[in-house]
């Protein structure tokens, strides 16, 4: 059963707009949230993360926003480029529980940014 | 440079035959994963190691071993007794227990010939 679900395998916008990236958690353990951009052939690369005791935390054009009580997360990219397309993951942690802090991945979501 | 460092980038493996993946930190990083990636899939765990001479199963770890002799270094093993092991695998270490980011080497594309 997943406990980091990306529901939205892929989303497309246009350059210069607004990128919303969807994540869902079961684990209410879960403590420590984190996005990775990760393009073909390539490892992932770590974006941004935010941990449960805040509700935002902003990088650049990075934004993600966390909401507890509904389990949800989302990362904000303002202004989309064409460089942002890619494929990002969402990844939770529990990090003092008996998982010892190991990362669950969502599936991913692709984002295609067209000029 | 401080990294992670995987190779090959590119293994062919045939069948019965055991294979090994290199992954090497020079971030002094205590903690290192392996993953594997299916098409459409997210990362799944197969080992990871919270220091050296030490190290538990992950989420898929039939079919595969590792080592951890020295901190910087924690081959995978992809034995013959994995039968589907078409796919691209992922090292990565961690840089501590607070701030839980893990960072990933390049990859390893492993097909079957």
């Known amino acids: 059963d997943q406990q980091v679900k990306q529901n939205s395998p892929s989303l497309s916008v246009q350059e210069g707009r607004i990128s919303i990236l969807n994540c869902d958690y079961t684990n209410s353990m879960f403590d420590y949230f984190l996005w990775y951009k990760k393009y073909p052939a390539e490892g992932p690369t770590f974006l941004i993360s935010i941990s449960s005791i805040k509700d935002k935390n902003e990088d650049g054009r990075f934004t993600v926003f966390l909401n507890k009580s509904a389990k949800h997360l989302s990362l904000h990219i303002v202004p989309s480029q064409p460089g942002d397309s890619a494929v990002y993951f969402c990844a939770a942690s529990a990090r003092y529980g008996g998982s010892q802090g190991n990362l669950i991945f969502g599936k991913g979501t692709k984002l295609s940014v067209k000029p | 440079d401080g990294g992670i460092t995987q190779s090959p980038k590119y293994l062919f493996r045939k069948e019965g035959q055991n294979v090994t993946l290199s992954c090497e930190q020079n971030?002094?990083?205590?903690?290192m994963y392996w993953y594997r990636q299916d098409p459409g899939q997210g990362l799944r765990l197969i080992y990871y190691?919270?220091?050296?001479?030490?190290?538990q199963k992950g989420d898929i770890a039939e079919g595969y071993s590792v080592s951890r002799e020295k901190k910087e270094s924690f081959p995978l093993t992809v034995t013959s007794a994995q039968k589907n092991p078409t796919a691209f695998y992922l090292c990565?270490?961690?840089?501590?227990?607070?701030?839980?980011?893990?960072?990933f080497g390049a990859g390893t594309r492993l097909s079957v010939l």
């Open positions: 190691s919270q220091i050296v001479n030490d190290f």
């Open positions: 990565a270490s961690r840089v501590g227990t607070v701030q839980n980011i893990q960072y």
């Open positions: 971030l002094n990083h205590d903690a």
